[in-house]
């Protein structure tokens, strides 16, 4: 038995339930540059606590390579605050649902925090294009043809008409990531066309935050991107509704 002793507190406390009062939990790929920094940004508060982790992901984004990801899905989930409360699990990989499918990354993540609501940003995006009945789309990503074709494929199975597809043809995460802002800005200009509702610019990787404010201050319509969309559902299903200024009109709305 060690003879050392610390001197006990004597005052007392009623434990508070933790840090945040809307806890968001999120799986990143573990070569996503963009994602946690993006939430970091756009968290309105120390109200709101995001916790992170990180899945094994593969170098190059295909649809061979995406559902590789999938066994390592759920064993991330669990690393979550494991005992801790969560109101919504947020995965990020807007390319890797479409392929697996949204029922398939609910399971995996319901695996190890069952009942827990499960954002996704192709279904985070299609609820933000719903509040701007948005049917017509210009849509814009970074991903070569085979990744596209199902995004597409996606959109449309959901009632959407794509006006123009515009793609950088890009397969390797690390050049994703190193897309300068302005790059998208200007890619963005590109893709528009006058007939589409509003512009949706996929993936998770891309740095399309950074430059959503200006692209609707030019377009004159509504512009969703991924990262947008996941943190503006998450904070809605999490109980956070206050408007944030700074990243398109999807984080004003209040409803």
Avoid at 23 to 42: H, K, P, Q, W
Avoid at 172 to 190: F, K, S, T, W
Wanted: charged share 20%; glycine share 6%; hydrophobic share 45%.
């Amino acid at each position: 038995m060690s003879e050392f002793a610390s001197t006990p507190v004597t005052a007392t406390f009623t434990p508070d339930g933790g840090p945040g009062t809307h806890r968001i939990g999120c799986v990143l790929l573990s070569n996503d540059y963009a994602t946690e920094r993006d939430f970091i940004n756009m968290r309105p508060s120390d109200d709101v606590a995001l916790f992170f982790t990180r899945v094994e992901n593969t170098p190059d984004c295909t649809t061979e390579t995406l559902p590789l990801m999938a066994p390592h899905i759920q064993v991330a989930a669990g690393l979550v605050v494991p005992e801790g409360r969560l109101d919504v699990m947020v995965y990020a990989c807007t390319s890797g649902t479409v392929v697996m499918g949204y029922d398939r990354i609910c399971e995996l993540i319901h695996a190890t925090r069952p009942g827990v609501k499960v954002v996704t940003p192709i279904t985070a995006s299609l609820a933000a294009l719903a509040t701007f009945d948005a049917r017509k789309l210009a849509v814009l990503t970074p991903y070569t043809d085979d990744v596209n074709a199902a995004i597409a494929g996606h959109l449309e199975s959901k009632g959407h008409e794509i006006n123009a597809f515009t793609s950088f043809g890009i397969e390797d995460n690390e050049v994703m990531a190193a897309l300068p802002p302005d790059a998208i800005y200007q890619a963005a200009l590109e893709a528009d066309r006058p007939e589409a509702d509003a512009l949706f610019i996929s993936c998770t990787a891309i740095r399309a935050v950074d430059v959503v404010e200006r692209i609707e201050q030019t377009l004159g319509k509504p512009v969703v991107t991924a990262n947008q969309a996941l943190v503006w559902q998450a904070l809605r299903w999490a109980g956070y509704d206050a408007p944030i200024e700074g990243y398109g009109q999807l984080l004003r709305q209040t409803d």
